[in-house]
């Protein structure tokens, strides 16, 4: 069981919705795999999750519309 890199208490394996502010909008990435602090909430990532949002967000961020203020997307269908 991992423990929380701030509170020390034990963080479970949760599904989150990641969002990221850019200059045209906002991209939110639903059904992100997580490890979440039960005490404060705090949200961790591991490397390959990390490394693949950082790519959902590039790819989103390049394709985004003129327009389309907020993007939402699928991480699992984005993974797959
Ligand atoms: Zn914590």
């Known amino acids: 069981m991992m423990k929380c890199g701030i ?11 990641y969002t990221e502010d850019i ?7 639903r ?6 602090c039960t005490e404060c909430g705090n949200t961790w990532y591991s490397g390959t999750v990390a490394a ?3 790519k959902i967000v590039d790819k989103a961020v390049t ?13 699992t269908k984005s993974v797959a």
Request: glycine share 4%; with cysteine; hydrophobic share 40%.
């Open 63 to 75: 394709s985004l519309s003129i327009g389309s203020e907020v993007s939402i997307i699928n991480y």
């Open 31 to 36: 059904h992100v795999p997580a490890q979440v």
């Open 7 to 17: 509170c020390k208490a034990e963080m479970e394996e949760a599904t989150v919705s």
């Open 52 to 54: 693949q949002l950082e």
């Open 23 to 29: 200059e045209q909008g906002v991209i939110v990435i």
